[in-house]
């Protein structure tokens, strides 16, 4: 038995909002970090700055470990193939608007493993934490995005010229 073109629809909707809640997880994350620093510790926003001001809570306000970005990077690329797999012809708009969160998920990660890194490596005068494999993960759900995008508008092309 084969689902119906509209089952089919909205199992991709809902697999597309389900990516961008979870590509949406790191910036967010990072955000909270950055004005969450400024306000309650002192101003401070990486470990080569000062404090402006007292802070309420010392720097780090919190650490996101590698671990967990990059399980969400995992699944942002699991549900990508997925929504990929599941496009069809029209869908390519609602795919290219996966990007926006999906880039943001790869600057969150490598801002992270710059500003808190978790564990790392030493370079020059930076020390940059593991979180930065989170971006290569996250850029592989992005590269599946837009080839899922590519296919939908292949497919509203092809239907385009049938008719």
Do not use: C, N
């Amino acid at each position: 038995m084969t689902d119906s073109p509209a089952r089919a629809r909205s199992v991709h909707s809902v697999l597309s909002t389900i990516l961008a809640v979870v590509a949406i997880l790191p910036p967010a994350a990072l955000v909270v970090f950055l004005v969450g620093s400024l306000l309650l510790s002192g101003g401070q926003v990486s470990a080569s700055m000062d404090t402006k001001w007292d802070a309420v809570r010392p720097y780090p306000l919190f650490a996101v470990p590698t671990v967990v970005l990059v399980v969400l990077a995992v699944v942002s690329v699991v549900l990508a193939l997925l929504v990929a797999v599941t496009a069809r012809a029209g869908d390519e708009t609602g795919l290219r608007g996966l990007v926006g969160p999906l880039v943001g998920a790869i600057i969150a990660a490598i801002l992270f493993a710059v500003l808190i890194p978790d564990g790392g490596t030493r370079e020059g005068d930076i020390t940059v934490g593991g979180q930065w494999i989170a971006a290569i993960v996250s850029a592989a759900a992005l590269g599946a995005v837009l080839l899922g995008a590519a296919g939908a508008a292949a497919k509203s092309r092809a239907q385009g010229q049938a008719a």
